[in-house]
C-alpha cells in the first residue's frame, strides 16, 4: 500500500468517525434546568402563599434568569468544552535529516503539552484518550453548598426594603450542584511535511447535572405580626417555610472539534522550536454544555529540549474566546519528562490560565442588600449578602500534572495520568483522571 493511498484511507476514517458523532443523540437541554429550579422555587410554590404575597419574588425570578442562570449555563459549559486535551504525539517520533528515517525515543513525551518535533512527512497517528471530571469546586467552595439569597420586591416603592415587614422576608436557595463530565477525545494526527503536522480531534462529550436545590424561608413576618406571608405550604400560621427541588439532567454527543497545524521551526540534537495555530469549531450543543457556541483559536509557541533520558517542554499560549461570560486567556504549559526505560516514562507538568479581560467574569449574584427590620418601636438594620460565592474579578487557575507513558512497541503508546489543582480559582475537580492510547502507522 502507497504512502499516499495510506493518507487518503485514513482521513477518510476520520471523516467518517467525524460525521458519524455529529449524528449521536442529544437527550436534554441542560441549559433549561436552573430556570426551572428558580422558577418552581420562587413562582410556582409560592403562590401557596396568603393573598398576593406569593407574587412578591417574581421580580427575584426574572433576575435569576437574566443573570444568574446565563452565569451558570456559561460557566460549566466553558469549562467541560475547553478543558485541555492530551498531547497528540505518540511515543515513537522520527528525524528524516539522514534521509531515511531513524527513530528518536520510544516512551518520551508530555501529557498536555507538546514538543516541538514533528512527526515526519507521511507518518500518520491515531489515538483516543478519556478523562472524567467531577466538578465540585467553584472558588474554593464546593458547588453542593453554593447559597443564592433573594430579597423580598421593594412594595413601598421607597427604595429601601423594611419600610414594611413583608420587605424583611428573604429566601435561601443552596443549590446542591454536582456536575459529572466524561470526554473522549479521538484524534489524527498526518506528517504534511517533515516540519509541518496538521491533527483534527473530534470529542464525545458525556455530561450529567444533579442536584437538590433546598430553599428557606427567612420570615420575619412570623415573628413580627404572628403568621407567615410567605412560605410553601397553605396555612400561614403554621408554615411550610423548607422546599426541596431535585433535578437530574444529562446529554451526550460531539463537543467542539478542532484542527490544528504544528510546525517546526529549529530543531537541533538539544533544543526545539514550534508553533501551533488551533481553530476550534462551534460543533458541540451549547445548550447542552457540549460547547461553547462560538469558534475559537489559539495560537502558541513551543520550546523543547532533549538529553540522553530527559527531555523538558515549555508551551506559551494565547486562546481567543469570544463567548459571553468567557474571557480570552493567556496561557502557559510547563514540563519535564524522564524515561526510565523498558519503554516506561514519567512525566510532570504546571499548567497555568490567565483571564486577561476582567469585563468577562463570571458574576453570580455580587453584593448585598441593606434591610432595616421594623416590629413596634425596636428597629434593626442588617446587610445581607446575597450570595456565599467568593467575589472575583478573575478565575485564573494553576494545575499540577503527574502521569507515566509506556510504550510496549515502537508504534504503540498507552498513557495514565492525573490532575490536581494547584490553587482555588475558577471551577474545578478535586483530581482528574486521563487514560489513552495512541498508534503510528
Not at 267 to 286: K, M, V, W
Not at 287 to 303: A, M, V
Request: charged residues 20%.
Amino acid at each position: 500500500m502507497n504512502r499516499s493511498f495510506r493518507s487518503v484511507t485514513h482521513f477518510g476514517f476520520l471523516s467518517f468517525l467525524l460525521v458519524s458523532m455529529t449524528n449521536l443523540p442529544v437527550h436534554a437541554q441542560l441549559n433549561n434546568t436552573f430556570d426551572s429550579v428558580f422558577n418552581e422555587i420562587l413562582v410556582n410554590r409560592l403562590q401557596l402563599s396568603p393573598g398576593a404575597h406569593g407574587n412578591h419574588y417574581r421580580e427575584a425570578a426574572m433576575l435569576a434568569a437574566s443573570q444568574l442562570t446565563p452565569s451558570l449555563n456559561s460557566l460549566i459549559a466553558s469549562n467541560v468544552s475547553s478543558f485541555p486535551n492530551s498531547a497528540t504525539s505518540v511515543g515513537v517520533t522520527f528525524s528524516f535529516e539522514g534521509g531515511a528515517p531513524q527513530k528518536i525515543r520510544q516512551a518520551e513525551g508530555p501529557i498536555f503539552g507538546e514538543m516541538a518535533t514533528t512527526q515526519g512527512k507521511g507518518v500518520f497517528n491515531l489515538g483516543m484518550n478519556a478523562s472524567h471530571l467531577s466538578l465540585d469546586k467553584f472558588r474554593g467552595l464546593d458547588t453542593e453548598d453554593m447559597r443564592f439569597t433573594f430579597p423580598h420586591v421593594d412594595v413601598t416603592g421607597d427604595g429601601t426594603l423594611g419600610e414594611n415587614p413583608n420587605e424583611s422576608d428573604t429566601i435561601d436557595v443552596t443549590m446542591g450542584i454536582d456536575v459529572d463530565a466524561t470526554i473522549y477525545n479521538f484524534y489524527a494526527t498526518y506528517g504534511i511535511t517533515d516540519r509541518v503536522d496538521v491533527t483534527i480531534g473530534v470529542p464525545v462529550i458525556d455530561v450529567s447535572l444533579t442536584g437538590t436545590a433546598v430553599a428557606s424561608v427567612n420570615s420575619f413576618t412570623i415573628a413580627a405580626l404572628g403568621e407567615a406571608n410567605h412560605h410553601f405550604g397553605d396555612d400561614a400560621t403554621r408554615p411550610v417555610l423548607q422546599t426541596a427541588v431535585p433535578y437530574s439532567d444529562s446529554a451526550a454527543g460531539i463537543g467542539d472539534a478542532t484542527i490544528r497545524f504544528k510546525y517546526n521551526a529549529f530543531r537541533n540534537d538539544r533544543f526545539g522550536l514550534g508553533f501551533i495555530l488551533e481553530y476550534r469549531l462551534a460543533t458541540g450543543d451549547d445548550d447542552d454544555y457540549l460547547g461553547t457556541g462560538e469558534n475559537e483559536i489559539r495560537l502558541s509557541q513551543i520550546f523543547s529540549g532533549e538529553r540522553e533520558s530527559f527531555s523538558w517542554h515549555l508551551n506559551l499560549s494565547f486562546e481567543r474566546r469570544p463567548a459571553d461570560l468567557d474571557s480570552d486567556e493567556f496561557e502557559y504549559l510547563a514540563g519535564f519528562n524522564y524515561e526510565v526505560g523498558g519503554g516506561l516514562a514519567w512525566t510532570m507538568e504546571v499548567l497555568g490560565e490567565y483571564d486577561l479581560n476582567d469585563k468577562e467574569t463570571i458574576e453570580l449574584l455580587p453584593g448585598t442588600v441593606t434591610i432595616t427590620d421594623r416590629s413596634g418601636d425596636a428597629i434593626n438594620t442588617r446587610i445581607v449578602e446575597l450570595s456565599n460565592i467568593p467575589e472575583r474579578d478573575n478565575d485564573n487557575t494553576l494545575s499540577g500534572s503527574i502521569g507515566v507513558r509506556f510504550a510496549p512497541s515502537d508504534r504503540l503508546v498507552l498513557i495514565a495520568n492525573v490532575l490536581l489543582p494547584l490553587n482555588d480559582g475558577g471551577l474545578r475537580s478535586d483530581v482528574v483522571g486521563t487514560a489513552g492510547v495512541g498508534y503510528t502507522f
